[in-house]
């Protein structure tokens, strides 16, 4: 058990979608925090409001740190929380270390390497796309299954190596770690365990049988630098930029498919006008941020948001990536998806020192993605009613459980 300064008044919900969007709308009107109950009898205050959002974010008061910050906390002793505060990477890390572990990271993403692997990329997403081409033009076809996640999955792990015999299990594993309504505490330690396991397999593969992969480039990293990596810092280096490179990216393909077969005028400005692919990206990222929330934060001092709400030191803190997009007092009309608003301003790659070093790895896949897609397939359309797709049960990401659409294309 994790102390924690308050009595929860609300169980933070794991439907998804639409009930999650209603959920952090009703937190956000009950004050600048909330006190919420989340698995296996952990409490957060959770925030959701745009302003408290972005103050917290950047709060000196406020560390990714729990075992720094919690002195009595005990790693391992809760299971689902524990991929994501008990291993030791940049974004677990505050102050020196933190800075430490980016630097050896952010080369991998420098303008230029990224910029490099602009055709590696599309040449994943036109093989994706001949395969679409391959199914029944007016057939149903789960566009999630098969293009949508294997985009950013395929790509990820071309980056980093992935031998082909170790991709399925390692894929199954990221995704189960975010299904908060469903693993038992067993299954959780079991998924905790097989993706460390899954991480050395790839490291022992990288180490036989170096290549121009991301992986060997931080096993060189920990290998020759004058500040290594730690061997448990490069596996949970791998498990941060592997699940974060992937999971993200998949939310955000569906989001943006969704929103522009609903709003067909706005894709129909996008074919007549491809440089204004960024603006539909960039607006799903507000409307739909890929992660609602990201846990955890923690609270080394007491914070005093005002309205008779305090964070007290060691309480937890879960951010609402997700809400600061949709927040009234930041957007006008948020719920509604414009290409053309002026103010597309979104924390989906967070902010301060924890912005995500991948988000122009991520933008260029998008960008790639898309205007292919709806470059091969104009007349893609979904084949059920937007409300009638079914998210993701978890209140961590953002993403639909399928996609079901409608390709319409003219065979060869």
Not at 68 to 97: F, N, Q, R
Not at 377 to 390: G, K, S
């Amino acid at each position: 058990m994790i102390a924690f300064s308050s009595t929860p008044t609300v169980p933070l919900d794991s439907t998804g979608g639409q009930c999650m969007y209603a959920q952090v709308d009703q937190l956000r009107d009950m004050g600048p925090a909330v006190a919420v109950q989340l698995p296996e009898g952990v409490a957060a205050w959770s925030v959701s409001r745009g302003d408290v959002v972005k103050r917290l974010l950047t709060h000196p008061g406020v560390s990714r740190d729990l075992k720094g910050t919690v002195p009595g906390y005990e790693p391992g002793s809760v299971a689902w929380l524990s991929p994501w505060v008990d291993i030791d990477h940049m974004a677990t890390a505050d102050g020196k270390e933190h800075a430490r572990l980016r630097k050896l990271i952010t080369p991998a993403f420098s303008p230029r390497r990224v910029g490099n692997l602009q055709p590696q990329v599309q040449a994943v997403v036109a093989r994706l796309l001949d395969d679409l081409e391959a199914l029944p033009a007016d057939q149903p076809i789960d566009l999630h299954a098969a293009f949508s996640y294997r985009v950013p999955t395929e790509t990820i792990c071309d980056l980093f190596g992935v031998p082909d015999d170790q991709r399925a299990e390692l894929l199954r594993l990221f995704r189960a770690v975010g299904e908060t309504d469903k693993a038992s505490e067993d299954e959780s330690v079991e998924i905790s365990n097989g993706l460390i396991a899954a991480m050395h397999a790839l490291i022992d593969a990288r180490r036989r049988d170096p290549g121009d992969d991301l992986t060997s480039f931080l096993i060189a990293a920990r290998e020759e630098g004058s500040t290594p990596l730690t061997e448990d810092e490069l596996i949970a280096t791998l498990l941060l930029m592997i699940g974060g490179g992937s999971g993200t990216l998949i939310n955000l393909l569906d989001h943006t498919v969704r929103e522009l077969t609903v709003n067909r005028d706005q894709l129909h400005v996008l074919q007549q006008n491809p440089d204004r692919w960024s603006d539909a990206i960039e607006e799903s990222l507000r409307l739909h941020c890929p992660v609602m929330h990201l846990p955890m934060r923690w609270a080394t001092e007491d914070i005093d948001l005002g309205d008779g709400v305090v964070i007290r030191a060691g309480d937890a803190i879960l951010i609402a990536y997700g809400a600061h997009g949709r927040d009234p007092a930041v957007h006008e009309r948020p719920e509604v998806f414009d290409i053309d608003r002026e103010n597309k301003e979104h924390i989906a790659f967070s902010l301060g020192p924890h912005f995500c070093p991948g988000s122009r790895l991520a933008l260029l896949e998008a960008g790639i993605a898309l205007r292919s897609l709806f470059e091969r397939f104009p007349r893609l359309e979904l084949a059920v009613e937007p409300d009638e797709i079914e998210p993701e049960h978890t209140f961590i990401g953002n993403g639909v459980a399928s996609l079901p659409v409608l390709l319409h294309h003219r065979s060869r």
